[in-house]
């Protein structure tokens, strides 16, 4: 399980704890788990999104600490 920012168009950095991340149907969606077995557990428009990533794509002055981060 690794962290995922979410940079929103109002600004706002929302952080994921997920396995995998995929953009279908016009939306970032976030999983645990893997195969037969995930979990769908975050959903952001494309809309919505200014850029997302793992916490290395954020600028340390912008996001702050990402989750597991000291």
Known sequence: ???FGVKLTSGKIM????DEAECRDGAVVFYRGQGDSRTLVAGFSLAHINHFG???A???AESG???GQV
């Open 54 to 56: 793992v916490p290395s």
């Open 65 to 67: 600490a990402a989750p």
């Open 15 to 18: 952080w994921i704890q997920a």
């Open 58 to 60: 954020f600028a340390a």
């Open 1 to 3: 399980m690794e962290a």
